[in-house]
RNA sequence: GCCGGUGUAGCUCAAUUGGCAGAGCAAUCGCCUUGUAAGCGAUAGGUUAGGGGUUCAAGUCCCCUCACCGGCUCCA
């Protein structure tokens, strides 16, 4: 022992002697079940590596985030070992690990079956029984390029390597520096079962995996790019244990049940006739009745926070988008057009802006009207791709709450700044309460303006949002051509994310407009232009409440508030009267007079997810009272009519 | 647009090997008069997404179209 050179290291932040060849997991001490990777020098490696001098090893946990990646690319590896174990002649593509899971892609000639991927799953347990250990060996291009001879899309990661970056994947399989392969070795035997190239790390053997599930099959396009050839994906998932699996697929079963589409048949809000076309919506009275509030309520805080509403039709002249320049860069995403008048070619129109602009440019604007916002319900339309079309998330026709500001480049900051807080306090209002932001910068092989406008409008976006105190995730060069743009994301009541509003500065259109406003010198000045939308489209902002409160709408936006229900028929007079009281007060309110049983009444207004139920038999007339029950099943009996009327009002009122 | 899957009553789903399209819920009409999530009975509801083909016979097998679902690409 003595004789051994000592490392001095420090171990999870305290200092170490060890012997020379040491490995990470022994310094750790690690069992590699829970702990199944280590961080050396903040580098995530493999548990047998061995340890220099100065090394700073911290553990990896398989629940944190670091191991679920290292468990779910283990994963992934043996999801493509099976699969080349059952399908020899099946060429590998690549297999990262994702949110909630991984995947792995293959070029096979017949895609899988269910039954395949049963068969899959079977022979992936086999391998993980087995404890199969994960061995990691460095090999030149050449070694590697002769060793993967009959993997072709290997061969041509390799020849990517170090200028990775246009496929998410790829960069788990070739990292910078040397390769490495990893090669699967038979715990007993020694024998070698099957290889890959990865730059690692892995778990130690593949009886770490503690539980997994193949999802579904899909096609995905090699390397993300649509000219490429189609490969067969196979998605599963891997969690730390089988309760956390377990719990994983009960969220989804609980996305399911809270499906916008599924909710907007059930709840009887809306639906999207055949007959109409794919993409397009017809509200029905309770979805009406829904969005008309969200509509108003949006209306009445815009009119507060000084904007100025207008109307601009739904088609137009092919000329308005060639000023745009949307003809040019977004052709395909419109509807085609239709020939009128001697071959006039019109539009629907797919943005709002250029018919704000026109608004704008209709007569000589004065600084004195700077900020000028100029805000609309805009319905646009969109010729979204067949295979795309969403419910009301991805519609080909979708209203905006389309608002664009035009003001002075002195304006700007604070009109970002109070903007931001304007966009965020109104989301809190309907409900959303977490958010992050994500800031869009320039993209450089595709922009117009200068390096200093963008970098000013780019800072002043990142200082209004610092302010804000929210998570800011960089978008680098994820802008559009024509300015820099925050996005806000929120996250809905099961911690999934949606993107909500939008900022986006433009350098372009008050430059295609020729937009001007005479500046207090006398002056001609160009106006900058901020594109705002807080909903982004109201459908999808409804389908997003839709979920989020899994139908359960606040009583302000529930479609109908309350429901009266009498133990018997006689009880109903009582509940009339209370209704009256109720829809005085602006409350949507019906009582429920058929001859149901009251049971039945509870069952259809509970799943109809109303928030008050009125109940009333003779006890409740006898004393003037009605006895509440809520959504949660709570009860408040014997509550007297006026007391009942203010509960009621003030939910609503307080848009609880 | 591409790959795969699925289309049976308003909804959820049955229908043996290719052999008479059926049930629950919802709807309608009765009966029952009820205290916190389904009372009882009856009636009605279908060119099995649409079109073509194979067959004595097609919901079922084959082809085309459409829609939807899950992905890819794209996106509010």
């Given at each position: 022992m003595s004789a051994q050179p000592e490392l001095h290291i420090t171990v999870a932040g305290t200092e170490r002697a060890v012997a020379a060849g040491t490995t990470a997991g022994q310094a750790l001490e690690a069992d590699g079940r829970t702990t199944v990777a280590a961080r050396v020098n903040g580098e995530l490696r493999d548990l047998y590596r061995e340890l220099a001098d100065g090394d700073a090893v911290e553990p990896v946990e398989i629940g944190s985030e670091d191991g679920r990646a290292i468990l779910r690319h283990s994963t992934a590896h043996i999801l493509a070992q099976a699969v080349q174990e059952l399908f020899p002649e099946a060429k590998l593509g690549i297999g990262p690990p994702v949110e909630n899971g991984f995947y792995y892609d293959f070029d096979v000639t017949e895609p899988f079956t269910p039954a395949d991927l049963k068969a899959i799953e079977k022979k992936m347990q086999e391998i993980v029984k087995q404890g199969q250990r994960f061995q990691r060996r460095d090999v030149s291009d050449e070694d590697a390029r002769a060793e993967l001879a009959t993997e072709p899309y290997k061969l041509e990661l390799i020849g990517l390597k170090g200028g990775a970056s246009d496929a998410e994947g790829a960069s788990v399989e070739v990292g910078a520096g040397g390769l490495t392969v990893y090669d699967n070795i038979h715990p007993r035997t020694g024998e070698l079962c099957w290889k890959d190239l990865c730059r690692g790390p892995h778990l130690p053997t593949t009886k770490a995996v503690p539980a997994f599930k193949l999802m579904r099959t899909a096609a995905a396009y090699w390397r993300g790019k649509e000219t490429n050839p189609q490969l067969q994906r196979i998605y599963g998932t891997a969690w730390e244990t089988k309760d956390a699996l377990k719990e994983y697929l009960a969220f989804l079963e609980e996305a399911e049940k809270r499906d916008h589409r599924r909710l907007g048949a059930e709840l009887d809000l809306f639906s999207i006739p055949d007959e109409i076309g794919s993409g397009l919506a017809v509200f029905h009275p309770k979805g009406g009745v829904v969005r008309r509030e969200m509509e108003e309520y949006s209306r009445r805080r815009h009119e507060e926070a000084g904007y100025e509403f207008v109307y601009t039709p739904h088609a137009t002249k092919g000329k308005l988008f060639e000023k745009s320049g949307h003809l040019d860069w977004y052709a395909d995403g419109m509807y085609p057009p239709m020939q009128l008048d001697g071959g006039i070619d019109y539009y629907l129109k797919p943005m709002n802006c250029p018919m704000h602009n026109l608004v704008f440019g209709a007569r000589g604007r004065s600084y004195?009207?700077?900020?000028l916002r100029m805000f609309e319900f805009g319905t646009v339309y969109r010729y979204e791709k067949s295979g795309v079309v969403h419910g009301l998330t991805r519609a080909r026709g979708f209203t905006q709450d389309d608002a664009h500001i035009y003001c002075t480049k002195e304006q700007m900051a604070d009109e970002l700044d109070s903007l931001l807080t304007f966009v965020l306090d109104l989301l809190r209002d309907y409900g959303l309460n977490d958010f992050y932001l994500e800031l869009s910068t320039k993209d450089p092989e595709k922009s117009i303006g200068s390096d200093e406008v963008w970098a000013e409008a780019t800072e002043t976006l990142r200082q209004a949002a610092e302010k804000q105190g929210l998570e800011l995730v960089m978008d680098p060069g994820g802008a559009a051509f024509y300015g820099p743009k925050i996005s806000v994301q929120a996250r809905d009541a099961i911690g999934r994310t949606w993107q909500m509003s939008t900022i986006q500065v433009d350098f372009n259109l008050p430059e295609r407009f020729d937009l001007e406003y005479t500046a207090a010198d006398g002056t001609r000045q160009r106006p900058v232009m901020i594109h705002r939308a807080l909903f982004g489209s109201i459908e999808r902002f409804f389908a997003v409440l839709l979920e989020h409160y899994a139908g359960a709408f606040p009583a302000w936006l529930a479609p109908v508030q309350a429901v009266g229900i009498p133990?018997?028929?006689?009880?109903v007079p009582h509940l009339d009267g209370v209704a009256r009281r109720l829809r005085a007060e602006g409350i949507r309110v019906e009582v429920d007079a058929g001859d149901d049983r009251m049971q039945k009444k509870i069952r259809n207004a509970q799943k109809q997810k109303v928030p008050f139920m009125l109940l009333a038999g003779d006890d409740d007339v006898s004393k003037g009272a009605v006895s509440f029950r809520y959504r949660d099943g709570s009860q408040n009996n014997g509550v007297p009519i006026d007391e009942a009327v203010r509960e009621i009002v003030e939910a609503v009122r307080e848009r609880k």
């Amino acid at each position: 022992m003595s004789a051994q050179p000592e490392l001095h290291i420090t171990v999870a932040g305290t200092e170490r002697a060890v012997a020379a060849g040491t490995t990470a997991g022994q310094a750790l001490e690690a069992d590699g079940r829970t702990t199944v990777a280590a961080r050396v020098n903040g580098e995530l490696r493999d548990l047998y590596r061995e340890l220099a001098d100065g090394d700073a090893v911290e553990p990896v946990e398989i629940g944190s985030e670091d191991g679920r990646a290292i468990l779910r690319h283990s994963t992934a590896h043996i999801l493509a070992q099976a699969v080349q174990e059952l399908f020899p002649e099946a060429k590998l593509g690549i297999g990262p690990p994702v949110e909630n899971g991984f995947y792995y892609d293959f070029d096979v000639t017949e895609p899988f079956t269910p039954a395949d991927l049963k068969a899959i799953e079977k022979k992936m347990q086999e391998i993980v029984k087995q404890g199969q250990r994960f061995q990691r060996r460095d090999v030149s291009d050449e070694d590697a390029r002769a060793e993967l001879a009959t993997e072709p899309y290997k061969l041509e990661l390799i020849g990517l390597k170090g200028g990775a970056s246009d496929a998410e994947g790829a960069s788990v399989e070739v990292g910078a520096g040397g390769l490495t392969v990893y090669d699967n070795i038979h715990p007993r035997t020694g024998e070698l079962c099957w290889k890959d190239l990865c730059r690692g790390p892995h778990l130690p053997t593949t009886k770490a995996v503690p539980a997994f599930k193949l999802m579904r099959t899909a096609a995905a396009y090699w390397r993300g790019k649509e000219t490429n050839p189609q490969l067969q994906r196979i998605y599963g998932t891997a969690w730390e244990t089988k309760d956390a699996l377990k719990e994983y697929l009960a969220f989804l079963e609980e996305a399911e049940k809270r499906d916008h589409r599924r909710l907007g048949a059930e709840l009887d809000l809306f639906s999207i006739p055949d007959e109409i076309g794919s993409g397009l919506a017809v509200f029905h009275p309770k979805g009406g009745v829904v969005r008309r509030e969200m509509e108003e309520y949006s209306r009445r805080r815009h009119e507060e926070a000084g904007y100025e509403f207008v109307y601009t039709p739904h088609a137009t002249k092919g000329k308005l988008f060639e000023k745009s320049g949307h003809l040019d860069w977004y052709a395909d995403g419109m509807y085609p057009p239709m020939q009128l008048d001697g071959g006039i070619d019109y539009y629907l129109k797919p943005m709002n802006c250029p018919m704000h602009n026109l608004v704008f440019g209709a007569r000589g604007r004065s600084y004195r009207e700077l900020p000028l916002r100029m805000f609309e319900f805009g319905t646009v339309y969109r010729y979204e791709k067949s295979g795309v079309v969403h419910g009301l998330t991805r519609a080909r026709g979708f209203t905006q709450d389309d608002a664009h500001i035009y003001c002075t480049k002195e304006q700007m900051a604070d009109e970002l700044d109070s903007l931001l807080t304007f966009v965020l306090d109104l989301l809190r209002d309907y409900g959303l309460n977490d958010f992050y932001l994500e800031l869009s910068t320039k993209d450089p092989e595709k922009s117009i303006g200068s390096d200093e406008v963008w970098a000013e409008a780019t800072e002043t976006l990142r200082q209004a949002a610092e302010k804000q105190g929210l998570e800011l995730v960089m978008d680098p060069g994820g802008a559009a051509f024509y300015g820099p743009k925050i996005s806000v994301q929120a996250r809905d009541a099961i911690g999934r994310t949606w993107q909500m509003s939008t900022i986006q500065v433009d350098f372009n259109l008050p430059e295609r407009f020729d937009l001007e406003y005479t500046a207090a010198d006398g002056t001609r000045q160009r106006p900058v232009m901020i594109h705002r939308a807080l909903f982004g489209s109201i459908e999808r902002f409804f389908a997003v409440l839709l979920e989020h409160y899994a139908g359960a709408f606040p009583a302000w936006l529930a479609p109908v508030q309350a429901v009266g229900i009498p133990i018997a028929a006689e009880h109903v007079p009582h509940l009339d009267g209370v209704a009256r009281r109720l829809r005085a007060e602006g409350i949507r309110v019906e009582v429920d007079a058929g001859d149901d049983r009251m049971q039945k009444k509870i069952r259809n207004a509970q799943k109809q997810k109303v928030p008050f139920m009125l109940l009333a038999g003779d006890d409740d007339v006898s004393k003037g009272a009605v006895s509440f029950r809520y959504r949660d099943g709570s009860q408040n009996n014997g509550v007297p009519i006026d007391e009942a009327v203010r509960e009621i009002v003030e939910a609503v009122r307080e848009r609880k």
